[in-house]
């Protein structure tokens, strides 16, 4: 069992930047693939970037690619979204999701994280 806890959220102008966290709990997080998503108001829950067991591979979607960077500290049991160059259309609830790496889909869920991005 693992217990995602995001934070980080807020407020932020066209521009600017933002760091989200995902704190774990467990001892096993290190054997999981770590995802970040976003679901705005009326759309569809969309997949923003995922980040390795180990940390030395990532993915981003295309419309945050060269903006995010997904990263991760497994001594902390931690995984980060740093977000710069904030658009409007980055407006949503952020969550992080667990899983293993040898499924596909995402097994825990973090109760999410509201970011705004004004313009």
């Known amino acids: 069992q693992v217990q995602l806890v995001e934070s980080g959220g807020g407020l932020v102008q066209a521009g600017g930047s933002l760091r989200l966290s995902c704190a ?56 980060y979204l740093q977000m710069n160059s904030l658009k409007p259309e980055d407006t949503a609830v952020y969550y992080c999701a667990a899983r293993r790496g040898y499924v596909k889909e995402y097994t825990y869920w973090g109760q999410g994280t509201q970011v705004t991005v004004s313009s």
């Open 24 to 79: 774990a709990s467990g001892r096993t997080f290190s054997s999981y693939v770590m995802g970040w998503f976003r679901q705005a108001p009326g759309k569809e829950r969309e997949f923003v970037a995922r980040i390795s067991t180990s940390g030395d591979s990532t993915y981003y979607s295309d419309s945050v690619k060269g903006r995010f960077t997904i990263s991760r500290d497994n001594a902390k049991n931690t995984v």
